[in-house]
Nanobody, 118 residues
Framework: QVQLQELGPGLVKPSQTLSLTCTVS???????????WTWIRQPPGKGLEWIGY???????DYSPALKSRTSISRDTSKNQFTLQLSSVTPEDTAVYYC?????????WGQGTQVTVSS
């Protein structure tokens, strides 16, 4: 069974770049082209917000609302994929999740709290 684990700083200052890594175990991120290795976030008091994904071939897609500030990449040697969100503001404060999706989201990380504050 695939397991995902997010890792990153709990606190980021405004205007800096947020960087989070998702480590995948129990399966390879390059195994199937059908999987979307995805980043999702949930701001306090709000619903889930899709950020974007990367596939096994390195194809990426991003939320139009965040596209100009978002980059998702992968390190196949470490079986990890990474989110970078630039020019953060307090509105980027959220719990950030990595997840795997084929027809539905079938595996999730536990989530990591990121607070943007000076």
């Amino acid at each position: 069974q695939v397991q995902l684990q997010e890792l990153g700083p709990g606190l980021v200052k405004p205007s800096q770049t947020l960087s989070l890594t998702c480590t995948v175990s129990g399966g390879s991120i390059t195994t199937s082209t059908h999987y979307h290795w995805t980043w999702i976030r949930q701001p306090p008091g709000k619903g889930l917000e899709w950020i974007g994904y990367i596939t096994s071939t390195g194809f990426t897609d991003y939320s139009p609302a965040l596209k100009s500030r978002t980059s998702i990449s992968r390190d196949t040697s470490k079986n990890q994929f990474t989110l970078q969100l630039s020019s953060v503001t307090p509105e980027d404060t959220a719990v950030y999740y990595c997840a795997r999706r084929q027809y539905e989201y079938d595996s999730w990380g536990q989530g990591t709290q990121v607070t943007v504050s000076s």
